[in-house]
């Protein structure tokens, strides 16, 4: 056989079997094959094909040929684990038979940590409260030694755990939180990008706004929202409103918009924020809602009839927010009206002449003005003093002629003539009334009729008695006074209370008159002192009453005087 066949061509040498280089680092690998025929030299290849390959046809010491091939590369990452082939092919001189023989070896290459990643189980959305893990994950070689957990909070960052794993129940703010790892061996170390947990919580800090803020003008349109921090979003939103213990549901939605009227502004309202995993309430918010003065009024104080020359204060009273700034009090008097103070009270000492005015008040604030009804006097004329009235009509030409008339059950009698009849008042006069008839050449008409009230205080008539019997003296008293008087009765000088030895009964007689009743067990023997007292608000007056002694005439009648 001719030295150049080879029935089995020699293996490459390609020394050492594992390669250990640091990642970007020149590595060159040299490959040599025995070439017996110089002129057919082995073809050497590389598998994989890293770079271009620089072959040589060299010379051993004993003469004999070789092909050496030399596979320069920078080293990565990439190529850590790799099998690296070099490979000869022999052509045979006899037809183009062609056989091939390779040598390997595995490439190791050093490399600090790549492609550094953070994985979170469970994944997706997690909920408030529960565990969440963090895995770290990163190719290096050797293999990672130190892992570092890193939470980013705005500008600050902390470290927050060792280990390829972090465990932690999240919270709330864990969803506004990003975490990151740091994988580290020998060569050096690299960042995971950053991670930002989806964390899922019912609604919070839920709360309602109003739109315009601050006060409301009645019948104005307010709009109220509701905000509430939540993830998922909030699904579902709920209007209440609160009227004392009463909760009525008004409306859904993010905004509630409605106008306002007085009685908003008493009731209180809040909303429900929902999402799939829970619900909550706002605090309450109650409206001030400003409008202008309603239903004013004016009070009389004392209430009732007013005696002539007594103090009177009317006081104007108003529903208003912001409350009145501004009350001034108007009287009329026929057609005319006069603005006669300012102020909530209106004191002023009452004449003969008020029973014929009228008073009313007129309210104000910066949203507007409202006027009460007029009220009038009811002026009590003291027994014995003056008075005149007034005769007004409108005619034309003016009322040339005017008479008087005083009406008494059913007589009629004239009693004055002109415009004005003045007279001293007497305790009938409050029975009787007056009515005046305008006349001028066209025609006449009467007035309405006008009854006068005359107060006077209490007068004892002069028929209290005292019967004696063996065993009771009963007494009685009879007293008439405008307001109606009450009575009291005083025996020995001391005041009688109803009882079972002493009693008193009383009927009314009339609207101004009493009589009033007492009987009373007594010693035989005993004559004691009794006195009548009857009072009203003008004055009071008294009546000793005489009680027979026990020698006189049982039942006798006895004088009475006035003390």
């Known amino acids: 056989m001719s030295p150049c066949l080879l029935a089995s061509p020699p293996k490459p040498k390609l020394p050492p079997e594992k390669v250990e280089v640091m990642e970007g680092t020149s590595v060159n690998l040299s490959c040599s ?4 025929c110089p002129k057919l030299p082995p073809n050497i290849t590389w598998t994989p094909r890293l770079s271009d390959s620089v072959d040589q046809l060299q010379e051993n010491e004993d003469q004999t040929k070789y092909v050496s091939s030399v596979l320069t590369f920078t080293a990565s990452h990439l190529h850590h684990g790799q099998k690296i082939t070099c490979r000869t092919l022999y052509k045979l001189q006899q037809g183009d ?23 979170i189980s469970p994944s997706g959305s997690v909920l408030e409260g529960s565990s969440v893990t963090l895995t770290c994950s990163s190719n290096a070689n050797p293999p990672v030694q130190n892992y570092t957990w890193y939470k980013v909070n705005g500008t600050e960052i902390n470290t927050v755990g060792t280990g390829q794993n972090l465990v932690f129940n999240v919270t709330e703010s864990s969803g506004s939180e990003q975490y990151y790892c740091e994988a580290q061996n020998q060569h050096g170390k690299e960042n995971s990008t950053t991670l930002q947990l989806e964390v899922d919580h019912p609604p919070k800090n839920t709360s309602v706004s109003v739109s315009p803020s601050g006060s409301v003008l009645e019948g104005s349109s307010v709009t109220l929202t509701c905000s509430s921090n939540a993830n998922p979003p909030v699904q579902h939103y709920t209007w209440y409103k609160v009227n004392g213990t009463e909760i009525n549901t008004v409306g859904t939605g993010q905004n509630l918009t409605f106008n306002v009227t007085e009685s908003s502004g008493s009731e209180q309202y809040y909303c429900e924020a929902q999402n799939q995993h829970g619900k909550e309430n706002s605090t309450t918010v109650q409206l001030e809602v400003v409008y202008p003065p309603k239903n004013t009024s004016v009070s009389v104080s004392p209430s009732g009839s007013v005696l002539e020359g007594s103090s009177v204060t009317l006081t104007c009273s108003s529903d208003a927010n912001p409350p009145v700034q501004n009350c001034t009090w108007y009287k009329v008097n026929g057609t005319e009206i006069n603005t006669v ?15 014929s005015e009228q008073y009313y008040c007129e309210a104000q604030n910066q949203h507007g003005k409202e006027n009460s009804t007029t009220v009038q006097l009811e002026v009590d004329l003291l027994e014995g003093s003056s008075v005149t009235l007034t005769c007004s009509s409108n005619a034309n030409p003016p009322v040339q002629n005017c008479t008087w008339y005083k009406v008494n059950g059913t007589e009629i009698n004239t009693v004055g003539t002109g ?10 006069s409050g029975s009787e009334q007056y009515y005046c008839e305008a006349q001028n050449q066209h025609g006449k ?6 009854q006068l009230e005359i107060v006077y205080m209490p007068q004892i008539s002069g028929s209290g008695s005292c019967n004696r019997t063996a065993a009771e003296i009963s007494c009685s008293c009879e007293s008439r006074g405008n307001p109606s008087p009450s009575m009291e009765w005083r025996v020995s000088g001391l005041r009688v209370t109803n009882s079972t030895d002493r009693v008193i009964s009383e009927e009314q007689l009339g609207n101004t008159g ?5 009987t009373m067990r007594h010693s035989q023997g005993d004559t004691p002192t009794v006195l009548c007292l009857s009072t009203n608000t003008l004055g009071s007056s008294s009546l000793r009453l005489l009680v027979p002694s026990p020698q006189q005439h049982w039942g006798k009648r006895v004088h009475v005087s006035l003390v």
Request: proline letters at 5%; charged letters at 10%.
């Open 33 to 36: 094959a025995a070439a017996p």
């Open 97 to 119: 038979i062609q056989k091939t023989s390779n040598t390997s070896l595995t490439l190791r290459v050093l490399y600090p940590p790549k492609n550094t990643s953070v994985s």
């Open 341 to 355: 103070g300012t102020g909530q009270h209106l004191t002023f000492t009452v004449t003969e002449s008020s029973g």
């Open 419 to 428: 415009q004005h009849l003045t007279f001293t008042v007497t305790e009938s």
């Open 445 to 450: 008409e009467n007035s309405t009729t006008v």
């Open 514 to 518: 009493l009589r009033s009743s007492l």
